[in-house]
């Protein structure tokens, strides 16, 4: 029986824009029902159309039915009943879904109180019921904490148990773990999954992230400039997409588990909701155009086993057994020259020694006092060759930004040695610092923070060249521009006229600027939709072989790491946890850390995703301004609390500090007792929390 | 590239092409129009007292007999170059010393914010009373500079504080990490992102300015008589406002012109200059 049943449902904002163009579909008791789509393809509006939560400008048309009734045009008296009792939703970011000045509890109590009929106290209690149940440590004291005093998990968590206060029918999840960890993540899927099991709720899960999908849900949607494209059981829709849109999405996501070789990246970008192609709105992105898919758009069609796919050609891919793969373009990435010598040879761009950097932690406000230490970033060591990626991983807060920093800056460490190029930062004078900032150069995170949003985007790449003093510098720009997949014309432009993953090609190409021999990348594609995160992979790919390039890669998706880097180290608190070769990090990791990290990621695949066995971490990354004695990660071990009192007081005593495994020529573990396993590929075995 | 491209998309806006063809209208009138009249502003017909706007007198007489026509122009020279100077340094200065103050940060901040703070609490009118008497000699261009000197303050507190918010960004740190000099990176990088704000300063500061100067014109500071300025024509001319009109309407007329013309100039440039409006 079905809870909610959406038919037709459509969304116009104020300038024709169709926001949501005929969205059906049905969730039944106990289902979970993903909705996946890039940024722009209407999955949020949808749902905000649902409770009702649209600006009044908005146009809503078409059928909403919760348990037969009609929610569309309803009043908003008639849907405060329903919102927070049937129909709860979870939001992306949990830190403004609370109100900064009530306590957590109060905020949950309030939410019982509105629907039922309770008294303070009870209502009181049942709010610590509600966070034990979702896993809070402590619930009757955390239950008078401020939201600012939770992390973004436990805030996530709190947010899980006010959403199922009143037992509702439904959940909408709107993006609920994009902004936490992956080991975070993976601890509140699974209380999500509680969650589910104790009220018998439907979900709507809405999320970019195939790998959550995969894990979560039974059924799935696939939507694409506002309307759904493809929808279907999960297995189904994942090893037999027979829509040209789901194939390349599925062929362009980097997976721990997979090959090498360029990435299958979707050209172009989806189109504006103002300006939709006639006919089929993938069909300018689309290798399998035909001229009949310009005519009209094709509709919503069933084809048995519970699928409906909006293609014309969907017979036609599903009798020859296509793929993404097949169909669409792989690009042919230039093999790299350098790498053919062997790494010992090859000259160091960057090496850290032993790199630390605290920072004070000062109280008082005239007469400021130092009352403790941040530990940021405390000793790490690595090194980079010539043509070589390294990757430096790890959750946030654990010091991969400060480690970035204390490189660029090119100043002398507070302890330790920063060496570019042979030239160690502590001896700089300034003309060889600006001289050496030349052959080191960094690509951010954001691309829309990244670019002087009032300067041209021909200035922004000049302005590198004009700082260093270079002659012909709009010759160089469009030799820029064309080198990242741009056209020179786009000179003139301000940086607000480009899409995301043009702008990031943009930051590039001002990176790029200088001819640098390093680059620094922190977290380049994380802003970016799957779609177009192929594509800048390649560029990135292309350009180290090519040009001779070596990269610094900051990243927490350590799918992307393992598509792009040669070695990766892992970080935790500030220390290395884990350093070595790509391959032996990946498939033998050896720091219980690691392990836990790796066996987290989701994998875009439903049958892996189903038998694997999770190692979830308890608890948050602990403060870097008290860390732990010994190893830092024991707190959090999985392996720590396995160990017997004699083993484990070495952990409290003593700092592990990397130590070469004797199975690899290239892999370093920080644990007393490292042990290889491999936790992707799962098997039976290991140890379940 | 980019004064290229901001002098391309301004010349394409309607707002600043109409303003900036008013405000020109408006210099040529002030500096080219009282050779057109028959009258000097210095000339008194005494026949004509106060006599109403005709073909020999065009704007009226004054109750000396001074013919408005040529004293409202007379005036209007003055006023548009002490408003136009006054807004320019004032924001000018509240740009530099709030950017330089949130950018650098420490002592430079604290040093900058504690003599904003210091002019902040100075009764300005004050201090120009004081001052005034000793520069009676010298040039009025003087007057300009005292009326800007105390004009800044607030703007810099804003700009201070955008500035602090700005400088975290990533493009900010992509500048400093190509190594281009920091005072390079205020000018270039956070200067032109608080343009929207500056710019509606500088044009408010000019309409601010000639009231100003004529607040203390009519204390006897300032455009001393006989020299006039618009605002000297505006508080007299307002006393007999409804008995006779063209003492007033004129000058005060004139004042909204120029500032009108000042604030479609302003508005075109903040269009122009801001990659998110559509010009």
């Known amino acids: 029986m079905s809870i909610l049943q959406v038919r037709d449902l459509t969304v116009t904002f104020p300038g024709d824009i169709q926001a949501v163009r005929g969205v059906s579909y049905e969730v039944s008791r106990g289902e979970v029902l993903g909705i996946v789509g890039e940024s722009g393809s209407g999955k949020s509006v949808t749902s905000l159309a649902i409770m009702g939560l649209l600006p009044r400008d908005a146009v809503v048309s078409g059928s909403v039915k919760l348990h037969d009734r009609e929610l569309i045009g309803v009043d908003e008296d008639e849907l405060v009943k329903v919102r927070g009792k049937s129909i709860s939703m979870i939001f992306q970011d949990p830190l403004s879904a609370f109100t900064p000045v009530y306590t957590i509890g109060d905020q949950i109590a309030e939410a019982v109180r509105i629907h039922q009929k309770m008294a303070k106290d009870k209502a009181a209690k049942r709010a610590v019921e509600l966070l034990d149940l979702v896993g809070i440590p402590h619930p009757d004291v955390r239950a008078k904490s401020f939201p600012h005093e939770f992390s973004g998990g436990m805030r996530q968590r709190a947010m899980i148990a006010m959403a199922i206060a009143n037992d509702p029918d439904l959940l909408i999840c709107d993006e609920p773990t994009t902004a936490l960890d992956v080991t975070i993540q993976a601890q509140v899927l699974e209380v999500l999954k509680t969650a589910q099991r104790e009220t018998g709720a439907g979900i709507v899960m809405i999320t970019h992230d195939l790998g959550v999908i995969a894990g979560m849900a039974d059924r799935v949607l696939v939507m694409y400039a506002g309307r759904p494209v493809e929808q279907g059981p999960v297995d189904e829709l994942y090893y037999r997409p027979r829509m040209p849109y789901t194939m390349g999405l599925l062929a362009s996501i980097p997976r721990i588990d997979g090959e090498e070789g360029p990435l299958v990246p979707i050209e172009g970008n989806p189109p504006s909701p103002a300006a939709l192609p006639p006919g089929c709105p993938f069909a300018p992105r689309c290798p399998m155009r035909i001229d009949s898919c310009d005519e009209e758009e094709p509709p919503l069609t069933p084809i048995g086993g519970g699928r409906h796919v909006a293609c014309i050609r969907s017979r036609e891919i599903e009798h020859k057994g296509l793929t993404g793969a097949d169909v669409f373009p792989v690009p042919v990435i230039p093999p790299s020259d350098v790498v053919r010598v062997p790494r010992e040879q090859r000259p160091t761009v960057l090496e850290l020694d032993g790199l630390v950097r605290h920072y004070p932690l000062m109280k008082g406000a005239v007469f400021k006092r130092r009352v403790g230490t941040v530990h940021a970033v405390d000793g790490i060591s690595f090194d980079i060759a010539e043509g070589e990626t390294l990757a430096l991983v790890g959750e946030s807060g654990c010091g991969k930004t400060t480690t970035l920093q204390q490189i660029m800056r090119l100043e002398p460490p507070q302890g330790g040695r920063v060496v570019v190029l042979g030239k160690d930062s502590a001896h700089l004078d300034r003309a060889a610092r600006k001289s050496l900032r030349g052959d080191l150069q960094i690509v951010f995170q954001d691309p829309m923070a990244a670019l002087d949003p009032r300067m041209p985007v021909g200035d922004i790449i000049a302005e590198p060249l004009r700082a260093h003093g270079h002659k012909d510098v709009a010759a160089r720009v469009a030799e820029l521009l064309s080198l990242v997949g741009l056209a020179p014309e786009h000179a003139e432009r301000y940086p607000q006229r480009f899409s995301g993953g043009q702008r990031q090609r943009i930051g590039i190409a001002r990176a790029l600027a200088l001819d640098p021999k390093l680059l620094v990348l922190d977290e380049p594609v994380s802003a970016l939709d799957v779609s177009i995160q192929a594509g800048v992979i390649n560029l990135l790919e292309k350009l180290k072989n090519t040009l001779g390039l070596s990269y610094l890669f900051v990243a927490h998706d350590l799918a992307v790491v393992r598509h792009l880097a040669d070695r990766v180290a892992v970080m935790y608190l500030g220390k290395i946890a884990e350093i070595g070769a790509v391959a032996n990090v990946y498939d033998r990791p050896a720091h219980p850390y690691t392990q836990a990290l790796l066996s987290a990621i989701p994998l875009p695949d439903p049958e892996m995703e189903r038998t694997r066995k999770r190692i979830l971490l308890e608890g948050d990354l602990p403060s870097p301004a008290d860390p732990p004695s010994g190893c830092r990660f024991r707190t959090r071990c999985p392996k720590f609390a396995r160990l017997s009192e004699a083993e484990r007081r070495r952990c409290v005593d003593e700092e592990p500090s990397v130590v070469r495994l004797a199975s690899a020529a290239d892999h370093g573990a920080a644990c007393h007792y490292a042990e290889e396993i491999e936790v992707i590929t799962a098997s039976g075995d290991q140890e379940e929390k | ?279």
């Not at chain 2, 303003?19 to 009249?37: H, K, M, N, R, T």
């Not at chain 2, 004009?151 to 190594?179: D, F, H, K, N, Q």
Request: proline share 4%; hydrophobic share 55%.
């Open chain 2, 1 to 279: 590239m980019r004064s290229k491209v901001v002098i391309g998309r301004l010349f394409r806006n309607r707002q600043a092409r109409y303003g900036s063809i008013a405000l020109i209208l408006l210099v040529a009138l002030a500096y080219i129009g009282p050779f057109l009249g028959s009258y000097d502003w210095t000339d008194k017909d005494f026949l004509a007292f106060l006599s109403p706007p005709s073909a020999d007198h065009w704007w009226g007489t004054t109750t000396i007999g001074q013919d408005m026509y040529a004293v409202t122009l007379r005036g209007m020279q003055k006023s548009i170059i002490i408003g136009l100077l006054v807004a320019l340094i004032s924001t000018g200065l509240a740009a530099v010393v709030g950017a330089f103050a949130g950018y650098f940060g420490g002592w430079v901040d604290k040093f900058l914010m504690w003599g904003v703070d210091l002019l902040l609490v100075l009764p300005s009118f004050l201090i120009i009373a004081i001052i005034s008497p000793r520069l009676r000699g010298a040039t009025w261009l003087w007057f300009v500079v005292l009326l800007a000197a105390f004009a800044w303050m607030i703007t810099s507190r804003v700009v201070r504080s955008m500035t602090l918010s700005l400088r975290e960004r990533e493009y900010v740190l992509a500048a400093v990490y190509m190594g281009i000099p920091r005072w390079k990176i205020i000018f270039r990088h956070i200067v032109p992102n608080l343009s929207s704000l500056l710019i509606i300063d500088a044009t408010l500061n000019v309409s601010a300015a000639v009231i100003g100067e004529a607040a203390l014109s009519f204390f006897g500071f300032g455009i001393q008589p006989p020299d006039v300025s618009l605002g000297t024509l505006i508080a007299e001319g307002s006393r007999n406002a409804t008995g006779y009109p063209w003492l007033f309407a004129f000058p005060a007329g004139l004042l909204v012109l120029l500032v009108l013309s000042i604030n479609l100039i302003g508005d075109g440039l903040r269009d122009a200059l801001d990659p998110g409006s559509n010009s």
